[in-house]
């Protein structure tokens, strides 16, 4: 194997390869970061988790940081406001086994912003730097932050941000090249994170719109970032994960699986889901899975649809086993 980037080196951990799965609330649970790991994650994200609600410790709180055990090393990220709750939260969070702790300074979700939580904290950089300095005390593990570029496009932050956290013991910075302002509108730019790369010297990990295993590495080499971040294109489609890590190995990458091996992959997923969290709460979970992996073969759209009203994992299962075997016997439709 001829690797063609460099492992990632956050404090101890020594990541290889350096592709890392976004954290993504409702869908990175412990059981989806298992799966897609062996795909060729060198590091996974817990969904963000609240500080505030850490302080009650609720069994759906304590769900969302728990771990598989296959898919470390993780990441256990955690959002708030007060200096001191983050320190508390980041002390659970590492007793329960987390490798590294990331704070979110990203999230553009008004039910966040308006405690002036996630990216609204990109607006009092001494309140970022207060609750980065709190955390970085209270754990014994590295210490690490996902943001934005900034609350709007006139304030374009991230590069100070990044500073005050390298200044105050944060080992690395991930960059989502949006404002807040812009949710998911727009694109990624990612000339800001070439430009965040030039600024600080802790690693930085690039996320955005990478969607395609050869331009991912592009954007690796034009940015000069340590690690790339791969969110929404992944979902349903591990095989970009997998594509990427060959292509970092010097290898081709190979082309995706069609569409009936794609299905039968989110058959597996689907009966993990429900072994490890029971029908009732799968079965829901499941269909928004569904809806990524439904994607990209005839009678898609319709099957999505038909799988959006089935309330039970042996109804949905059905259809997509008889889907199955459609696109086997089909195989040219794939
Ligand atoms: C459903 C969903 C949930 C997300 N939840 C989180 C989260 O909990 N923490 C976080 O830092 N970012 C979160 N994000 C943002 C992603 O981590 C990532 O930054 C964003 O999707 C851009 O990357 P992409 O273009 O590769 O998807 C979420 C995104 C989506 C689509």
């Known amino acids: 194997m001829a690797r063609l980037v460099q492992p990632l080196r956050i404090g101890p951990h020594e990541i290889w ?30 969904e963000f988790v609240s500080s505030n609600a850490l302080q009650y410790g609720s069994r759906r709180t304590m769900e969302m940081i728990d771990q598989h055990g296959l898919e470390r090393p993780v990441s256990t990220q955690l959002w708030g406001n007060d200096p001191q709750i983050m320190a508390c939260a980041a002390r659970v969070v590492r007793e329960c086994g987390a490798d590294i702790v990331d704070i979110n300074f990203g999230c553009p979700a008004p039910r966040v912003t308006k405690t002036e939580g996630g990216s609204a904290c990109l607006r009092d950089l001494d309140r970022c730097e207060a609750i980065m300095r709190a955390v970085v005390e209270a754990v014994d593990c590295p210490v690490t932050m996902k943001m934005r570029l900034g609350w709007t496009e006139q304030e374009l932050v991230y590069a100070e941000a990044a500073k005050r956290a390298q200044a ?9 090249a949006r404002t807040a302002r812009q949710f998911y509108k727009g694109s990624a730019e990612w000339e800001h994170i070439a430009a965040l790369k030039r600024a600080v010297d802790i690693p930085v990990i690039g996320n955005g719109d990478l969607d395609d295993p050869h331009i991912a590495m592009q954007r690796m080499r034009q940015s000069g970032v340590d690690a790339v ?27 995706y699986p069609h569409a009936a091996a794609r299905l039968r992959y989110a058959v597996h997923h689907y009966h993990t889901m429900v072994e490890e969290w029971g029908e009732e709460r799968a079965v829901p979970q499941m269909r928004k ?39 086997e016997r089909e195989p040219l439709v794939a």
């Open 168 to 176: 105050v013991g944060v080992l690395a910075v991930t960059l989502h």
């Open 17 to 46: 390869p350096p592709i890392i799965l976004a954290p993504m609330s409702g869908v990175t649970n412990r059981t989806l970061r298992a799966l897609y790991k062996p795909f060729g994650l060198g590091l996974t994200v817990t």
């Open 289 to 327: 899975h569904l809806g990524y992996y439904l994607k990209g073969f005839a009678g898609a759209s319709e099957l999505r649809e038909r799988v959006m009203r089935t309330t039970t994992a042996t109804e949905t299962l059905a259809l997509v086993e008889a889907t199955i075997e459609r696109l």
């Open 229 to 255: 971040m791969l969110g929404r294109a992944a979902l349903g489609n591990p095989w970009l994960i997998s594509a990427l890590r060959a292509l970092m190995e010097g290898e081709e990458a190979q082309p």
